[in-house]
């Protein structure tokens, strides 16, 4: 028995001290904190290289011995100094780059729809007389999103003030192609009517935009619908463009453009909807060969305009000029400019006098302006004298075009979700932190490239990058709460 008790002696030794394994380890004592890496160089011998994240991002270095008594580890420096340490093989973070989903962009839900709800009641002005009448909208909404944050999207049918409604055969299938991204779609009737002259051409802008601002309000006090106030988009066609550019832009400053007796309606724009206006909430215009009544409206705010309209539009200018300005246009309204043009006299008029519009600035002007100031926006100018570029010369929808104004405006509006996007930054009192400051964001991970984390939370990362590696940078990948994702990554 006694033969056995050196060779269980040795046995023991070498079991409770021995090097450890190749890989990253971090390491910690009351003096070091850090990883080391165990490995062997180019002539094949071991070496244990400390990185230490005592000062700044990059570590310094030092070449170690490491090795393991029992549960104990001890780490030698070539001085001959030592210390007893804690080691944990290192485990990189879970990490996956999140995808495109194209959220917002594919078709995905089933869609819902809710027709002539009420949200307002007005009288006529070109009537007077009439009785009030109500104004309607319907609802095109996602089925079994399960979403609670939906954004929305105003839609104004065209008909230069005069006609169109809410149940124009494209502007329903514009509606539902929406919904089924994910989007609460409302088509909007508004005041429409005048008497083919400038004051009161302005007038019925007016109102249309009164009605805009009672038709947003009305829906955001729908609960049921799930609404995000932070993400509410316009669209419009001709006239319903004009109404959802002045959504947009229109502030009370503005209003005299438009009220050539302000006496007669002393109620603000701007006040209706004071969080809606004064903060810019508007997130984007889908403006569809629409214009603005004036050019200087679009200094009053940063909002993304995507612009469709044909270079030689015979009704709408696409730069600047007056609505229906070309005669040889079959499907111009006659009467609509026969109190104008009958009287010979009127050619002797001032020009702001014989017409029936004031001038206005179309697609070509508000992108000229938008990007002078920095302002996201796309113009996508179609060359011939079409105005509705929806519909073919024999009035049926050109789906090729249609549905490319469609993707294209989806793919501009996805983006602008968000209230501000991540901003993947270094924390300047602390090199070693890198953060993300937003709201919107519910997932985020991390990856370190030529480095390691030291400690992570929901929305930071503290990192120490290793000299000897050839590339740094600190990637994060994640998805806001809206269901978008995002991936940025800082190279260092």
């Excluded at 400390?50 to 000062?55: A, I, T």
């Excluded at 490491?66 to 001959?80: E, W």
């Excluded at 839609?155 to 230069?160: I, K, L, S, V």
Aim: hydrophobic share 40%.
């Amino acid at each position: 028995m006694k033969i056995w008790v050196p060779v269980l002696s040795l046995l023991c030794v070498a079991a409770c001290s021995r090097s450890v394994g190749p890989g990253l380890y971090q390491v910690h004592s009351e003096q070091t904190d850090g990883f080391v890496r165990v490995g062997t160089d180019s002539l094949g011998n071991p070496y244990h290289l400390l990185y230490r994240n005592w000062d700044g991002i990059l570590a310094d270095t030092v070449y170690v011995s490491l090795t393991r008594s029992g549960k104990r580890y001890t780490l030698t420096y070539r001085d001959g100094v030592t210390e007893t340490v804690t080691l944990t093989p290192y485990e990189a973070p879970d990490y996956h780059p999140f995808p495109d989903l194209d959220l917002y962009v594919n078709p995905v839900w089933k869609v819902g729809e809710t027709h002539d709800v009420k949200y307002g009641r007005v009288i006529r002005r070109d009537d007077p007389e009439a009785e009030p009448e109500d104004l309607t909208m319907d609802i095109y909404y996602p089925m079994d999103d399960g979403a609670d944050n939906r954004p929305l999207l105003m839609a104004f049918h065209g008909g230069a003030f005069r006609r169109g409604d809410k149940q124009d055969s494209s502007l329903v299938e514009w509606c539902r192609h929406f919904a089924s991204l994910g989007y609460v779609v409302s088509s909007v009737n508004y005041r429409q009517g005048y008497k083919g002259d400038v004051p009161s051409t302005d007038e019925i802008q007016y109102r249309a935009l009164k009605d805009a601002h009672a038709a947003v309000r009305f829906l955001l006090k729908r609960d049921s619908l799930m609404i995000h106030e932070g993400r509410i988009f316009a669209s419009g066609a001709d006239a319903g463009a004009i109404t959802a550019l002045n959504l947009a832009y229109m502030r009370d400053e503005n209003l005299s453009l438009l009220l050539h007796e302000p006496e007669a309606e002393a109620d603000s724009v701007e006040t209706a909807l004071p969080t809606l206006l004064r903060s810019g909430e508007i997130r984007a215009v889908a403006n569809l060969w629409g214009a603005v009544p004036d050019s200087t409206i679009l200094m009053n705010a940063k909002i993304p305009v995507i612009s469709f309209q044909s270079r030689e539009d015979p009704i709408v200018p696409f730069g600047e000029g007056y609505p229906f300005d070309d005669e040889v246009v079959e499907d111009v309204d006659k009467e609509l400019l026969q109190s104008i043009w009958e009287d010979f006299l009127a050619f002797f008029l001032p020009e702001t006098e014989r017409h029936p519009f004031r001038k206005m600035y179309g697609a070509e002007v508000i992108h000229r302006v938008l990007k002078s100031r920095q302002v996201r926006q796309e113009l996508h100018a179609f060359d011939g004298n079409r105005h509705n570029l929806i519909l073919d010369d024999e009035g049926i929808t050109d789906y090729p075009v249609f549905d490319e104004m469609k993707e294209l405006t989806a793919r501009f509006f996805a983006p602008l979700m968000l209230t501000s996007p991540v901003n993947l930054r270094q924390d300047p009192e602390d090199p070693q932190v890198f953060l993300i400051d937003n709201a919107e964001v519910d997932t985020c991970l991390w990856l370190i490239e030529g480095g390691a984390v030291v400690s992570k939370s929901a929305d930071a990362v503290r990192i120490l990058m290793f000299p000897d590696e050839k590339s740094h940078s600190v990637t994060v990948s994640g998805m806001y709460t809206s269901g978008l994702t995002f991936n940025e990554t800082v190279l260092l």
